[in-house]
């Protein structure tokens, strides 16, 4: 073995498959892959998408120099997002780093070591975002939109199915754009009906992020008509404003959204919309606030999340006149979560009696506060909770239950983001 390497991989599931490309290629080079805490080489794969993300990955980098300065470590080598966008400073606060890397190759040929439970893995199927959006530096750290080629997707997905994988998460920036720079028009629909017929093992495929103006018309009748997809519609709005969408430069306006929304709502009755959304962008008054948030109340999506408005350096909204005070866009993510709240709350009570079909990711810990009744408690999901973002199912079973299985569930108990059920 040539040494000891350790791997930290922060941010979204899209860097995730990057840390399992990496600690793949280093595998096939005959290093061993170890805890952080016990390497010799520690690699930092950082996000730098909002200041949140920023300030965890500085505070990593930060404890792994601290281990380097007490002999723990040899090496820190800094990755991605972070890397590409701060190099040269970095390079002068931190000189404890010994290398930087940014961009790296989309077709991860070299293999991956999983970093995910073996029951569910990350797809990606592009880099980078075709869109524009005045908020967001995601263009300015990942560059140029680019898609992998059908034939290594599907490639990928045979060996993903091969491994045991029950559910695959197709992930990217905007994967409703993919295939534009390959194919000159869009591609996602084709390639899932390709993916499902060579993941005969893979009983859900989840969809993560689909930029509403790209929600065609046969793309909802597949996630309709398929059985494998996963009836979960990842749709991020981020704000429903005329005035504002168009200072973000978004694609769709306010009758799109509800015309798009109500169109799912028809034809998908059983799907559960996620979106996201922005407060406190610049210049955003109460008015529009408020619009907002009697949006939400109308609409009431299953999933949401908010976000705060980050001003990023280098992005068109960073410059614009009107910064909404940190005080107030507090208040107003505070005002749209607890509405959100209630919400969830009650599509959640909509379960009660209910059974419903629940992947089991782990078992409970000895500390679960939901009651045993001599059975035992273990922690999954339904088709409409995504790994690490959405609720989760509490399931009490008589019976022994492994990762990866997939049981019937009888609900009989909800909360506001997570149910409790009986296994049948």
């Given amino acids: 073995m040539k040494g000891k390497v350790g791997i930290l991989s922060l941010g979204c599931p899209r860097n995730l498959v990057d ?28 996000c730098a998408f909002i200041e949140d993300a920023k300030r965890e990955s ?23 997002c972070l890397s590409q966008r701060y190099h040269k400073e970095l390079l002068k606060e931190l000189p404890q780093i010994d290398a930087f890397v940014g961009r790296i ?20 199927i592009c880099e980078g975002c075709i869109n524009s959006c005045s908020f967001c530096a995601i263009p300015r750290i ?23 994988v029950r559910e695959l998460n197709i992930i990217g920036q905007d994967i409703s754009g993919y295939g534009i720079d390959l194919y000159k028009t869009p591609k996602l629909t084709g390639i899932l009906k390709k993916l499902i017929k060579v993941t005969s093992g893979v009983k859900w495929i989840r ?17 309709r008509d398929e059985p494998k997809i996963c009836k979960y519609i990842d749709l991020p709005v981020q704000h429903i404003n005329n005035r504002i969408l168009n200072l973000m430069r978004r694609q769709t306006k306010k009758e799109d959204i509800l015309r798009l929304v109500d169109k799912i709502r028809k034809q998908i009755p059983q799907a559960a919309i996620r979106t996201s959304l922005i407060v406190g962008f610049p210049s955003e008054s109460d008015k529009e606030f408020q619009e907002l948030l009697e949006f939400i109340k109308e609409v009431k999506f299953e ?23 940190k005080e107030t866009k507090m208040a107003r993510f505070n005002a749209v979560m607890s509405c959100q709240q209630q919400i969830s709350r009650e599509v959640n009570q909509g379960f009660l009696s209910e059974s419903i079909d629940v992947l089991i990711d782990e078992r ?14 273990y ?46």
């Fill in 105 to 124: 190759s989309l077709d991860h040929d070299a293999g991956r070591v999983s970093i995910t439970p073996r029951h569910y893995a990350y797809l990606k």
């Fill in 142 to 164: 990942k560059g140029k939109f680019s898609s992998l080629d059908i034939s290594s997707i599907v490639r990928k997905a045979r060996a993903l199915n091969r491994q045991g």
């Fill in 364 to 377: 409970a810990g000895e500390n679960c506060s939901v009651n045993r009744d001599n059975s035992s408690v």
């Fill in 207 to 223: 969809l993560l992020y689909l930029y509403p103006s790209r929600v065609t018309d046969d793309l909802i009748k597949t996630i």
């Fill in 379 to 424: 922690l999954g999901r339904s088709q409409y909770d995504a790994p690490e973002v959405d609720g989760l199912v509490y399931v009490k079973s008589k019976r022994q239950l492994q990762a990866g299985d997939f049981v019937r569930v009888r609900i009989t108990d909800s909360w506001e983001y997570d149910l409790i059920g009986e296994a049948a």
């Fill in 303 to 325: 999933r949401l999340g908010a976000f705060i408005y980050s001003r990023e350096e280098g992005t068109k909204a960073s410059r614009f006149p009107g910064q909404v005070p």
């Fill in 19 to 46: 840390s399992e490309s990496i600690l793949g290629r280093l595998k096939n080079k005959g290093y061993s892959l170890v805890d952080i805490n016990k390497a010799q080489v520690a690699i930092v794969n950082t």
């Fill in 58 to 80: 500085v505070d990593a980098l930060l404890d792994v120099i601290d281990l380097k300065k007490r002999g723990r470590l040899k090496k820190i080598i800094i990755y991605r």
